[in-house]
């Protein structure tokens, strides 16, 4: 059966986009146990009750992905229950699974890691933080980050600032219904480049 109908399945069964938050690990349905093959990878988590998003394999690496096509297959088969944002991963991404790019094959929905958040850049003469997202001026917020040629560029997101005129909106990623709602209409599964608006008005919401 094809993953993305399997998902379908799952989220129509499964009252799974209201958690959120909560960060348990991988519970293993025990009635299923004795007919299921684990990694030491996925058994470990699950032993230690480690949730999947803080393993300690190294990020990007194919045994990371690996991780996750397992946890996806378990979890779309019953084997194993997932809440927070391992079941965010799970349900609103693709990471696990590869697509073709340009005729090579490449791991799906792997955001860069924040090395960004420790390094810094010159802006218009000035010393700035890269990737750290901060009050804004003509938006709510701003974050200085580079661009696909490499250049430092200030990046406007947010409603807020000169651009709102007085008016004011707040975030409420905290209301799953109005969470999904917004990342369904800005396409959040596919932020687009970190050098974007999109990309980090998604990372908020």
């Not at 959120?20 to 349905?29: D, H, Y």
């Not at 990046?155 to 000169?162: D, E, L, M, R, S």
Request: glycine share 6%; hydrophobic share 35%.
């Amino acid at each position: 059966m094809d993953l993305k109908k399997l998902i379908k399945e799952a989220l129509a069964n499964k009252d799974c986009c209201t958690a959120t938050k909560p960060t348990k690990a991988p519970i293993l349905n025990e009635s299923i146990q004795s007919r299921t093959l684990m990694t030491e990878n996925m058994q470990y988590h699950i032993n230690n009750k480690k949730p999947l998003y803080e393993t300690t394999i190294t990020y990007g690496s194919s045994e990371y992905i690996n991780l996750w096509a397992e946890a996806r297959y378990l979890y779309l088969r019953e084997v194993i229950d997932l809440t927070g944002i391992d079941l965010e991963k799970i349900v609103e991404t693709d990471l696990g699974e590869y697509g073709m790019f340009e005729g090579q094959m490449v791991p799906l929905d792997m955001p860069m890691p924040d090395e960004e958040l420790i390094n810094e850049a010159e802006y218009q003469g000035r010393k700035v933080q890269l990737g750290k997202p901060m009050q804004g001026d003509v938006k709510k917020f701003k974050v200085f980050v580079k661009n696909a040629k490499g250049k430092v560029v200030k990046v406007n997101f947010g409603f807020g600032g000169k651009s709102a005129k007085g008016k004011r909106m707040v975030i409420k990623d905290k209301n799953p219904k109005k969470r999904a709602a917004f990342r369904a209409r800005h396409n959040c599964k596919n932020p687009g480049p970190r050098w974007k608006a999109r990309y980090w008005s998604c990372k908020a919401w």
